[in-house]
T-cell receptor, first 114, second 113 residues
């Protein structure tokens, strides 16, 4: 079975550029989560969707960050303009909804903003 | 104060040792408790989960939850070099259709052959 697929795996770009991270959740999963992981702050939830609708975006750090889920099989996280402090590993996870369901993570996008 | 506290380690043990990993939390509404394992440059993978208090065993792994003390543990028996990874605890309240997880910062474990 294909797991959560994220692209690109690595991204290096200069400050001020737009960055778009992509995620394909596991087929049939209807909840999708975007996380950011840093050494200092650990794994932080940025936003999550249920049935393609954003439910909680309270973790999005500021207006430079936006996320969309146009359909059940694709989501994007965009940073515009990017800043060096955005450098981190960004993970996407998906799960079934209802009761407790485990979240399945992709292997992340390692983002470096110079 | 963070909702979930976890000792970052690193923790280094010899092969065959018993490993104890722990987290404390402050939110008494947490009901689901999970342990994820994360290998270098990979995403976290679910190792174990428990609901409310009690113990759960799966092979060499045992998860314990003490809600009265707001304390959870993961024990690894007969540790192997392949257990070397970062272990993340995670917790959630059950609210409707989707569980929002709060993660600890992770403990880095190295099992020496």
């Amino acid at each position: 079975d294909a797991g959560v697929i994220q692209s690109p795996r690595h991204e290096v770009t200069e400050m001020g550029q737009e960055v778009t991270l992509r995620c394909k959740p596991i087929s049939g999963h209807n909840s999708l989560f975007w996380y950011r992981q840093t050494m200092m702050r650990g794994l932080e939830l940025l936003i999550y969707f249920n049935n393609n609708v954003p439910i909680d975006d309270s973790g999005m750090p500021e207006d430079r960050f936006s996320a969309k889920m146009p359909n059940a099989s694709f989501s994007t996280l965009k940073i515009q303009p990017s800043e060096p402090r955005d450098s981190a590993v960004y993970f996407c996870a998906s799960s079934l909804s209802g009761g407790y369901q485990p979240q399945h993570f992709g292997d992340g996008t390692r983002l470096s903003i110079l | 104060q963070k909702e979930v506290e976890q000792d970052p380690g690193p923790l280094s043990v010899p092969e065959g040792a018993i490993v104890s990993l722990n987290c404390t939390y402050s939110n008494s509404a947490f009901q689901y408790f999970m342990w994820y394992r994360q290998y270098s440059r990979k995403g976290p993978e679910l190792l174990m989960y428990t609901y409310s208090s009690g113990n759960k065993e799966d092979g060499r792994f045992t998860a314990q939850v003490d809600k009265s003390s707001k304390y959870i543990s993961l024990f690894i028996r007969d540790s192997q070099p392949s257990d070397s990874a970062t272990y993340l605890c995670a917790m959630s309240e059950y609210r409707g259709a989707t569980n929002k997880l709060i993660f600890g910062t992770g403990t880095l474990l190295a099992v020496q052959p």
